[in-house]
């Protein structure tokens, strides 16, 4: 992650940082010694910022028994516990993507819910790839919201890549279908497939992912290679509910965190590695293409921790 991206993501998680560090500071300076009422309050303030009951429990209850084996008596050695703790959770995972070393054409389905930031998102990794030399084709497979195919031809426009889709309503399949063909047949080096962005409580729609994975599996039948689920963080808990449905449909291969500058709940990245052991593979702080970075768990946690 560049120096320059770390100071504006340290400017960026600011609302979190107030939710969740300056709380935990707040708790250390409220005691002289390290007794059960402060773990309590910072449980509490774990949960808080959305890091999930059962992982801020057994975040803290790690903390209890470093303490005692370090015989630590101030509450201020916490803080380096705490960080390191939060690193290891948001480093599991394989924070690699597939179409760095993919030979022939790579596919990514990008999957999520209506204002997540899912059509932002493609567009910023279509810009992404070929700034990086690749050759780049969008499929629009969310035909239900002409706004969306809009959308996303704005996009392909601006970051000046072709774009395959159909008139509104069409069968989402049949346009995964066409843009995997039109890959081939034109030797595209990445594909970005986007689908509905359907809501997760609707069993039907959800399914229709899983026929767009068959139909693109007849084309290429390793396919897609990356399935990435965007979530807004600033739906918090929601969004760990979201992701918690998509993966029973199909196989996410990674997150995408958005609107983590528009939120106190940035702890929702915790409990997304923790609960789902899926990797957080990039995170949006902006509007802007550079907004959009490949996901660092260290820098991150040193960014949310570091004093402003």
Not at 23 to 41: A, H, M, P, T, V
Not at 50 to 63: K, N, R
Not at 209 to 228: S, T, Y
Request: aromatic share 4%.
């Amino acid at each position: 992650m560049a120096s320059g991206f770390f100071s504006k993501l340290k400017e960026r998680l600011g609302k979190t940082r107030s939710g969740l560090v300056d709380n935990i500071r707040s708790i250390f300076q409220g005691y002289s010694k390290l007794d059960e009422s402060l773990y309590e309050d910072l449980e509490e303030v774990l949960i808080q910022a959305d890091i999930g009951v059962d992982t801020a429990l057994a975040i803290v209850e790690q903390m209890r028994t470093e303490a005692k084996a370090q015989k630590m008596s101030e509450p201020e050695q916490l803080m380096g516990v705490l960080k390191q703790h939060l690193i290891e959770i948001l480093e599991q995972g394989d924070k690699s993507l597939s179409w760095e070393n993919h030979e022939g054409t790579h596919i990514t389905l990008v999957a999520g819910v209506n204002g997540a930031g899912k059509t932002t998102t493609i567009g910023k990794l279509s810009s992404k790839l070929k700034a990086e030399g690749k050759s780049v084709l969008l499929g629009a497979a969310d035909t239900f919201r002409a706004a969306a195919v809009e959308q996303l031809v704005a996009w392909s426009e601006r970051a000046g890549v072709p774009i395959i889709k159909h008139q509104e309503g069409a069968d989402p399949a049949a346009v995964a279908y066409d843009t995997t063909e039109a890959a081939i047949v034109r030797n595209v080096d990445n594909v970005i497939i986007d689908t509905a962005g359907r809501l997760h409580t609707k069993v039907n729609l959800m399914e229709e992912l899983g026929k767009i994975q068959r139909v693109i599996q007849k084309k290429v039948p390793d396919a897609p290679h990356e399935v990435l689920l965007v979530l807004d963080a600033t739906t918090g808990q929601n969004g760990l509910q979201q992701a918690i449905q998509f993966t029973k449909i199909v196989p996410v291969t990674g997150v995408v965190l958005t609107k983590l500058d528009g939120t106190a709940k940035g702890g929702i990245a915790v409990a997304i590695q923790k609960q789902l052991k899926i990797p957080i593979k990039y995170i949006g702080v902006g509007e802007s293409i550079d907004d959009l970075q490949p996901f660092d768990p260290r820098e991150f946690v040193e960014a949310l921790f570091e004093v402003v």
